[in-house]
């Protein structure tokens, strides 16, 4: 028998569908072209402003704010200047996390560098895996920016404004390419955490933006979501079924509210719900090979104790399980290691960090490239700025050894997903202190990133409380020597 209630929602769900096969069915039409290639030109990209040369990004975001001089950018000048005073004008104009101005000294590196590649590219001895992947990297000594404490710095690494609320880059390219996986969410984040992240889920939330858009946590050990599984006794048909009836209901809450994020949630009750059956085999490694497993660095001991204790084994995980998503269809995946904030034992730090990171970070560039997936996969490795040329010297720190922070110059760097490799690009001025050619700031390298995936970030916008918002406000430019000469 079919209720007054039934007939009602079944007339508003045909009236639904009918009113949006326009609108709706014509994109899904425009979608599946595409997949198969039968659309030409322009709008063999519907989504986009031009022909991309990255589909994927994988952000290896290094939390705490490496530093660069010990890393990427030698500094004999700084060696030789060791322990002398900053020149005043200098110290007059910039503002510090924590360092005394009156005390402040000159500290140099120990770290030897030497010319890797065919490019002759100088990188720190530190880095020993990293090196010989130099031909395929955009080194940007250059960067710089305005926040010189972790949280707004993350946040503007990371969403391009200080402020919390605004959806990160993650969210930005979902919102403008959408999803290339039935069965995985287009953006996933993973963690390998000391203190944990300063600006917490607002590192990849949506902001303003839908929250179908926000980076999803996976976790590399058990269920990759929590609440993944169902419960002792209940079937997948039961499942099903439950879910079937929950998304009627939101349908028709939605028919008569028309709040997006009702449909959101829709999405992400049948996202995962297809994610049970596939996300438990994305975490399998039991089909990897040995040599791949070993070129990670997975089976590597770890005999570290304290807050970094596993995280050789967890990071290596967390690299090749990025590569596993992006063959997936994953779009943007973030995998954070923190910390880097070495106010102290700065060299001890360097080697611990570097020992965790450079090996699964090569290994997966390498991967990358010999699947041949390099090419259409962009891969950003940074923090949220760099470190000073000066020594920390906090009165309750009896020795410096360590720096602060320092966003007016630092290393980023960049590979795959049409930028071109081998390169060096701008310089800082003998100690370090400041950009002495071709800055590129934050808002650049976002403009950057867009480019390459065919988005034009001055039209990538999103109007909320009666204003249009971009990722790049009302800055940026696109860095034309990070792109590849055959792009």
Not at 17 to 35: K, R
Not at 73 to 94: A, F, V
Not at 223 to 240: C, K, M, W
């Amino acid at each position: 028998m079919t209720t007054p209630t039934a007939r009602l929602f079944n007339q508003q769900r045909r009236d639904f569908f009918t009113s949006s096969a326009s609108g709706l069915g014509m994109l899904g039409l425009a979608s599946l072209l595409n997949e198969d290639g039968l659309l030409a030109g322009d709008s063999a990209h519907p989504l986009t402003h031009f022909a991309p040369t990255a589909k994927r990004c994988i952000c290896l975001f290094m939390e705490g704010g490496p530093s660069q001089m010990d890393l990427f950018d030698p500094k004999p000048r700084l060696n030789e200047l060791d322990g002398q005073p900053m020149p005043e004008s200098l110290l007059n104009e910039i503002k510090f996390a924590f360092i005394q101005k009156e005390s402040a000294r000159l500290m140099g590196s120990p770290r030897k560098f030497q010319k890797y590649g065919e490019c002759g590219m100088d990188l720190s001895d530190l880095l020993p895996h990293l090196s010989t992947c130099v031909d395929d990297i955009a080194l940007v000594r250059s960067m710089h920016g305005e926040q010189f404490n972790h949280l707004p710095g993350q946040l503007m690494m990371l969403t391009g404004s200080p402020l919390q609320g605004w959806p990160s880059l993650g969210s930005w390219l979902t919102y403008g390419l959408g999803n290339e996986s039935n069965n995985l969410p287009s953006y996933v984040v993973m963690t390998t955490l000391g203190r944990g992240l300063p600006g917490g889920a607002n590192s990849w939330s949506s902001g303003f933006l839908p929250s179908q858009y926000s980076g999803t946590p996976f976790r590399n050990q058990g269920s990759p979501v929590l609440n993944l599984e169902n419960p002792q006794g209940v079937s997948r048909e039961f499942q099903r079924r439950s879910l079937q009836a929950i998304n009627e209901l939101n349908q028709l809450r939605y028919e008569e509210i028309r709040n997006p994020e009702v449909a959101s949630r829709i999405e992400a009750y049948e996202l995962a719900f297809r994610m049970q059956q596939t996300a438990p085999s994305l975490i399998d490694l039991s089909g990897e090979s040995k040599a791949t497993l070993e070129a990670y660095g997975l089976d590597r001991p770890d005999n570290e104790k304290g807050s970094t204790a596993g995280f050789m084994g967890s990071y290596a995980r967390n690299c090749l399980l990025a590569r596993r998503m992006i063959e997936r269809g994953v779009r943007f995946v973030t995998l954070f290691l923190s910390t880097w904030d070495h106010h102290s034992n700065l060299d001890r730090g360097l080697e611990r960090y570097t020992e965790i990171s450079d090996q699964p970070v090569a290994a997966l560039l390498k991967d990358l490239k010999q699947r041949g997936l390099l090419d259409e996969t962009l891969v950003i490795w940074g923090g949220e700025f760099g470190r000073t040329p000066l020594g920390e010297n906090r009165s309750n720190f009896k020795t410096v050894t360590g720096r602060d922070h320092h966003p007016y110059s630092f290393s980023m760097w960049l590979a795959g997903g049409g930028v071109k490799g081998g390169q060096v690009i701008g310089e800082t001025d003998e100690i370090g202190w400041g950009v002495a050619e071709d800055p590129v700031h934050i808002h650049d390298l976002h403009a950057t990133v867009l480019h390459q995936f065919g988005l034009d970030h001055k039209r990538l916008t999103y109007r909320f409380q009666g204003r249009d918002f971009r990722l790049t406000d009302v800055a940026g430019n696109v860095v034309p020597q990070l792109i590849s000469d055959s792009v």
